[in-house]
């Protein structure tokens, strides 16, 4: 889901760690010119360097959508509220606010289903140690209005899930969404995971009442 939030993304920290295991071959955007138009890359926000500062992210006209997204919050305390407001949608460009467990740290928008209509996605932190993420995230309809995004909860996956303390990083990556986090084993401290790094990548699918992030590939390293 205008300028660029003065932070740089937070999507370059994991390309690195990414593009070598899980990365295929970029997919392009469903546009005039599919075949020659390379998909455009997902603007992002990183995470402001406090806690406490609040977060304030504008994105541009994704792809040529004539959409836009604005999302904001004061990530006053350990519970925030973030306010994403829309622009250019054909019907509603009413604002949605929601409530969020810990701090908002960065945005993406991008079009996971290359079909012409962005997607904004909103990455928060709980507070504790644990450090547990969160999504916030919206589909346009055919650039008509904005649908709710549903993530399953990864306790859902029986091959994700194990070993599983939170500390979890999100990005967009080409036509996925990559959530990456620690593996623990038994007897690791919270600050020391000994189980590697897993990486569940989720493609974005049409559900019976809604859009809903599938996992389709989960690698360990």
Same mark, same amino acid.
């Given at each position: 889901m #205008? ?7 937070? +999507? ?8 070598g ?9 469903a ?9 455009? #890359?997902a603007?992002?926000? #990183?995470?402001?360097?406090? =806690? %406490? ?5 504008? &994105?541009?006209?994704?792809g040529n &959508? ?11 305390? !350990? ?7 829309? !622009? ?5 460009? %009413?604002? *949605? ?6 701090? @908002?740290?960065?945005?993406? @928008?991008? $079009?996971?289903?290359?079909d012409? &209509?962005?997607?904004i996605?909103? /990455?928060a932190? %709980?507070?504790?140690?644990?450090? /547990?993420?969160s999504?916030i ?6 650039r ?5 995004? /549903?993530?399953?909860?990864? =306790?859902?996956?029986?091959?994700? &899930? ?5 500390? $979890?990083?999100?990005? +967009?990556?080409?036509?996925?969404? *990559?959530?990456?986090?620690p @593996? /623990?084993?038994?007897? $690791? ?10 990486? *569940?990548q989720?493609k974005?699918? #049409?559900?019976?009442?809604?859009? *809903?992030?599938?996992?389709? $590939?989960?690698v360990?390293?």
């Amino acid at each position: 889901m #205008a300028g660029m939030c003065k932070a740089r993304p937070l +999507v370059p920290a994991m390309l690195a760690a990414i593009l070598g295991i899980a990365c295929g071959v970029q997919e392009e955007p469903a546009a005039e010119s599919a075949e020659s138009a390379p998909e455009p #890359a997902a603007e992002a926000a #990183a995470s402001p360097l406090e =806690a %406490s500062a609040s977060f304030d992210f504008t &994105s541009k006209n994704y792809g040529n &959508s004539g959409i836009a997204f604005h999302v904001t919050s004061p990530n006053s305390g !350990s519970i925030n509220e973030v306010t994403i407001t829309p !622009s250019g949608l054909e019907i509603d460009n %009413s604002p *949605v606010t929601v409530e969020v467990d810990g701090t @908002v740290r960065g945005a993406e @928008v991008g $079009d996971l289903n290359t079909d012409g &209509s962005p997607e904004i996605y909103v /990455y928060a932190t %709980s507070a504790g140690s644990g450090s /547990y993420g969160s999504l916030i995230a919206y589909g346009t309809n055919d650039r008509k209005s904005m649908t709710p995004i /549903y993530l399953p909860p990864l =306790a859902q996956n029986p091959e994700a &899930s194990p070993g599983y303390m939170g500390h $979890d990083e999100y990005a +967009v990556v080409e036509s996925s969404l *990559v959530r990456r986090f620690p @593996v /623990y084993v038994e007897g $690791d401290t919270n600050a020391e995971p000994t189980g590697g790094t897993r990486q *569940v990548q989720y493609k974005l699918r #049409a559900g019976e009442a809604g859009w *809903v992030l599938e996992p389709h $590939d989960i690698v360990e390293y």
